[in-house]
């Protein structure tokens, strides 16, 4: 099937785009050398590689993943083309709480994912409900979210310059800057979004289910109210973890599943594998040359992902006569 084709192709493409980016920068290897240095772990500079580099590698495939992964269930909860976790407020609220709870209890940093998760869903509940009259409206929700959106990112600000703990943390949340992660941070956001991203697969059908009307699920025996609760939950613990750890992405949960659409359809059983996949390699690249353009100056990743998602969101408002098709 050609949805197998393309999902083969991007992970392909990702593959390529890792050794690249763990060969490439300030301190450059051969393929081969990183390869048999990974090894025999005796090259002291694929092992400076594998520490400095390897880390934000997997951390930007992760959270990629997670993002993208995201905006396809929160579009599928909401009904919404626009629905995406960075412009309804999940992100900003995410971000806000674990650098309020890392400010307030500095102690507590490693369990900042866990406060994450709770801003994010209180974000998401917040939108959900003041935008709820009689049913779901794209419109209201959209507008919610924006404002909710401001909102914690206006905290997020007064955080920033109160200085102390929190001025490094929120710079590093709010400029998404991969750089210095540590191999601790790779293993919280492998263990929180590979379980969000299982459980996202095997609700595929539910997300498929969605895509009717209420009636028309209910008479197929579908708890519809039980389903999008659920599938709010993942997609508000993967936005949340992702952006605790590697930072504030805006437009990835937009762009990617809109393209992903484009290429696979509308059937979540593919949409979902193959929109981690490209949403992996959109970060990772974004970061990659995010460290190589100016080196050794580096421009933080979600610039470069702002630069492709903001002109893409205008040429989506520009045609919105194709989202009577979503």
């Given at each position: 099937?050609?949805?197998?084709?393309?999902i083969m192709?991007v992970?392909?493409?990702?593959l390529?785009?890792?050794?690249m980016?763990?060969t490439?920068?300030?301190l450059?290897v051969?393929?081969?050398?990183?390869?048999q240095?990974?090894w025999?772990?005796?090259?002291p500079h694929?092992?400076?590689v594998?520490?400095?580099?390897?880390?934000?590698?997997v951390i930007?495939?992760?959270?990629g993943?997670?993002?993208a992964?995201?905006?396809?269930l929160?579009?599928?909860v909401?009904?919404n083309?626009?629905?995406?976790?960075?412009i309804i407020?999940v992100?900003a609220?995410?971000?806000?709480?674990?650098?309020a709870?890392?400010?307030?209890?500095?102690?507590?940093?490693?369990?900042m994912?866990?406060?994450?998760?709770?801003g994010?869903?209180?974000?998401?509940?917040?939108?959900?409900r003041l935008?709820?009259?009689?049913?779901?409206?794209p419109l209201?929700?959209?507008?919610?979210?924006?404002?909710?959106?401001a909102?914690?990112?206006?905290?997020?600000q007064?955080?920033?310059?109160?200085?102390?703990?929190s001025?490094?943390?929120t710079?590093?949340?709010a400029?998404?800057q991969?750089?210095m992660r540590?191999?601790?941070?790779?293993?919280?956001i492998?263990m929180y979004?590979?379980l969000?991203?299982i459980a996202?697969?095997?609700?595929?059908?539910?997300?498929?289910?969605l895509?009717l009307s209420?009636a028309t699920?209910?008479?197929?025996?579908?708890p519809v109210?039980?389903l999008?609760l659920v599938?709010?939950a993942i997609?508000?613990l993967?936005?949340s973890?992702?952006t605790a750890?590697?930072?504030?992405?805006?437009?990835v949960?937009l762009l990617?599943?809109h393209i992903?659409r484009?290429?696979?359809?509308?059937?979540?059983?593919?949409?979902?594998?193959f929109?981690?996949l490209l949403?992996?390699w959109?970060?990772?690249?974004?970061?990659t040359?995010?460290?190589?353009?100016i080196?050794p100056?580096?421009?933080p990743a979600?610039v470069i992902?702002?630069?492709?998602?903001g002109?893409?969101?205008?040429?989506l408002?520009r045609?919105?006569?194709h989202f009577a098709?979503?």
């Open positions: 099937m050609k949805q197998w084709f393309w192709s992970t392909i493409l990702l390529l785009t890792i050794i980016s763990a490439t920068g300030t450059a051969t393929p081969i050398s990183f390869i240095g990974l025999s772990g005796h090259d694929v092992e400076i594998k520490d400095l580099r390897l880390p934000r590698i930007a495939i992760f959270a993943a997670a993002l992964v995201s905006g396809i929160l579009q599928a909401m009904r083309p626009l629905a995406e976790p960075g407020g992100s609220g995410a971000s806000f709480t674990a650098v709870a890392i400010t307030l209890w500095p102690t507590l940093f490693f369990y994912p866990f406060f994450a998760i709770l994010g869903a209180f974000a998401f509940y917040l939108v959900y935008s709820w009259s009689s049913g779901l409206d209201r929700m959209i507008l919610i979210g924006v404002a909710i959106n909102v914690f990112t206006s905290l997020g007064v955080l920033h310059f109160s200085g102390g703990i001025l490094s943390a710079s590093d949340v400029m998404s991969l750089a540590q191999w601790s941070d790779v293993r919280i492998v979004v590979t969000g991203l996202a697969f095997s609700l595929f059908r539910g997300c498929n289910h895509s209420d699920a209910h008479s197929l025996g579908v109210q039980r999008r599938i709010s997609a508000v993967l936005a973890v992702a750890v590697a930072g504030m992405f805006l437009f949960g990617i599943p992903s484009r290429i696979v359809g509308t059937n979540h059983r593919y949409l979902i594998p929109s981690a949403g992996a959109l970060i990772l690249l974004s970061d040359l995010g460290r190589t353009l080196a100056q580096e421009i979600s992902v702002a630069l492709i998602g002109p893409f969101l205008i040429m408002l045609r919105e006569r098709r979503f």
